[in-house]
């Protein structure tokens, strides 16, 4: 399952930043809430995901429709510090997904500003080929679209996604997106260009549909 991710090895900086002191408190800037859903946790990435991102997020069938990932455990832990003095800078978040039973993440899911604030951001996610229609996918991605809207103050969260990547283009479907349009030869992979797809969710439609949900389970 996979959108293409916002941030990949090719954004790091030479040299990464110290990682941020851990803090509990409420401000999504110094430390990442954790979110809990049924079957899997989302929480900040820690540098002991490195060996179990390296193995779910770079096989062929995870990575042929994103940004190339880090290719060594080192590659994905630099990965890790960058996305720590993003968040720290208020700029990104990401947020590994633990399914239950696990201790480390095995899948990711971003979201960064567009511009100068949060109320138009974009989003991408990359999960592990096993965990793919097991529930964790649909599970995270509702926790982090009501960060989202609900914490970060978005409007408008937007997601790119190859037209020809139909398991991503389904989730987004699935959750409710729109399809506005594609994107045409607008993303280089393996001395290529492909045709993406620019999808959206706003705000007061996520509300009235998860109002929806509700209504319907109980």
């Not at 110290?18 to 049924?38: F, H, K, M, N, Y």
């Not at 997020?57 to 990575?63: A, G, P």
């Not at 604030?117 to 009501?146: H, N, R, Y």
Request: glycine share 10%; hydrophobic share 45%.
């Amino acid at each position: 399952m996979q959108a293409q991710p916002l941030s990949m090895p090719g954004a790091l900086p030479a040299t990464p930043p110290p990682l941020p002191i851990e803090s509990t408190a409420s401000d999504w800037r110094r430390a990442l809430p954790v979110l809990g859903g049924s079957g899997v946790t989302l929480r900040d990435l820690r540098l002991s995901d490195a060996p179990s991102l390296l193995a779910m997020l770079s096989t062929e069938k995870v990575s042929r429709f994103i940004s190339p990932p880090p290719t060594t455990v080192e590659g994905f832990e630099r990965f890790i510090r960058w996305t720590h003095a993003q968040r720290d800078a208020g700029v990104y978040v990401c947020f590994g997904v633990v399914p239950d039973g696990l201790e480390a993440a095995t899948g990711i899911f971003q979201v960064r500003r567009i511009g100068s604030s949060f109320e138009t951001a974009e989003w991408g996610f990359a999960l592990g080929q096993p965990f793919w229609g097991t529930g964790v996918f649909m599970e995270s991605a509702q926790l982090v679209v009501d960060f989202a809207f609900d914490t970060l103050g978005v409007h408008r969260l937007e997601a790119r996604a190859a037209v020809q990547n139909g398991r991503g283009n389904g989730a987004l479907r699935k959750l409710g997106a729109v399809q506005e349009g594609v994107l045409r030869k607008s993303f280089q992979r393996n001395g290529g260009y492909l045709d993406q797809a620019l999808w959206s969710i706003i705000g007061e439609d996520w509300r009235q549909a998860k109002a929806v949900w509700s209504a319907t389970v109980h």
